[in-house]
């Protein structure tokens, strides 16, 4: 804390000084583009951010957060919140970034889902402005942990530049998603990284046991991800992007997608077994992760429209689905009960017990 505080004060003298010079062009560059924001919706501004995906970064935070409570007995209702408004603010700007750059490349057309800047609900200036506002927001949430957090400040701040980087590496810069990557950039930021985030901010180090606790959740990540990419194969294909989903075609696209959605819940039966028997919460969910699995099959099935009925829905229907399945992963975590075997043992006992008092008494 102590040499964070020395390192930002020294920061701050050199920044105070860097704003006699360029650092005042730089503050306002960067007002001058938010400007552009004048008289835009909040609503169009929202929409435009993709709200139906933020479960998929909040839902880590709060793993995280429990297993801290769970394993080391700390919580802290403040980094909590910290850490979830800078996931989702990040995860806000990442989803602008990925339209801005489709629109520039061409990807995106008249039949596409996202339509925030095809059908001019907002200009390509006004969506850089939101990019802006969204990675501002999430360093004013981010960088409070530092001094607030028993985290050592060059680990949080690695990790904020991480999801930062995350974000924006998707579909700018190197462009991962254009290469056939953002599947695995996507599941290792929705699962380990956020998990770890969020841990790391509320314990101060991190833990193997949250790291194989976001294992799942990083899967049903993935699992929407691949979704969006199977719906939009015909698209991609036309506008020379190279996803996962391209790559393997429809019939091989279905099983992976079965497995990233369905593949959790061996995970579920084995902490079920050996934690808690709340930890087969998420059990509730398969019926619904089988007609999802069913649906996207048929849909697939169906012929080369881009947005077949079946599949127009499915990337916001499989993140509700990881959303309920990561919201039962974490209730439980924090709901105290014997694992299968500890009650299955206990039952044994007890059946024998009364089997010798009717017997022998």
């Known amino acids: 804390g102590g040499a ?9 003298g050199a920044a105070a000084g860097g704003a006699r010079g360029g650092g005042g062009v730089a503050s306002g560059g960067v007002l001058h583009g938010l400007a552009k924001l004048r008289g835009v919706r909040p609503r169009t501004a929202l929409l435009a951010a993709r709200p139906w995906s933020f479960p998929a970064s909040v839902a880590p935070v709060l793993l995280g957060a429990s297993l801290a409570f769970k394993l080391d007995d700390v919580f802290s209702p403040l980094c909590l919140c910290l850490a979830t408004g800078c996931a989702v603010a990040v995860h806000a700007a990442g989803n602008l970034v990925n ?3 489709d629109y520039a490349r061409g990807v995106d057309g008249r039949v596409s889902s996202d339509k925030t800047l095809v059908q001019g609900a907002l200009s390509p200036p006004q969506v850089r402005a939101l990019i802006t506002a969204a990675y501002a927001t999430g360093a004013l949430l981010g960088l409070p942990l530092i001094p607030l957090s028993r985290a050592p400040a060059g680990v949080l701040v690695g990790l904020l530049l991480a999801g930062a980087g995350s974000s924006y590496a998707y579909t700018a810069g190197p462009a991962l998603k254009y290469r056939a990557l953002g599947d695995a950039l996507i599941m290792a930021t929705f699962g380990p990284l956020l998990v770890s985030f969020s841990y790391v901010s509320q314990v101060g180090a991190a833990s193997w046991t949250a790291l194989r606790a ?6 049903q ?6 979704a969006n990419n199977a719906r939009d194969m015909v698209e991609d294909a036309a506008a020379g992007v190279d996803t996962l989903a391209l790559r393997l075609g429809r019939r091989r696209s279905v099983v992976l997608y079965e497995l990233l959605l369905l593949a959790p ?4 039966v084995w ?9 087969g919460l998420p059990l509730a969910t398969l019926p619904a992760a089988l007609r999802l699995a069913a649906d996207f099959r048929a849909g697939l099935a169906a012929g ?7 599949l127009a829905r499915m990337p916001m229907r499989t993140a509700k689905h990881a959303a309920l399945f990561a919201l039962l992963t974490t209730a439980g975590v924090l709901l105290p009960s014997p694992s299968l075997r500890e009650l299955g043992g206990s039952l044994v006992r007890t059946a024998l017990r009364s089997y010798y008092d009717r017997v022998f008494s």
């Open 4 to 12: 964070a505080a020395a390192g930002g004060g020294a920061g701050g």
């Open 99 to 101: 339209t801005y750059a």
């Open 214 to 219: 976001s294992i799942p959740l990083a899967l």
């Open 221 to 226: 990540s993935g699992a929407i991800l691949h």
């Open 265 to 268: 819940y061996a995970s579920v």
């Open 271 to 279: 902490r079920a077994a050996r934690t808690s028997t709340f930890a």
């Open 304 to 310: 080369d429209a881009p947005l077949s009925a079946s």
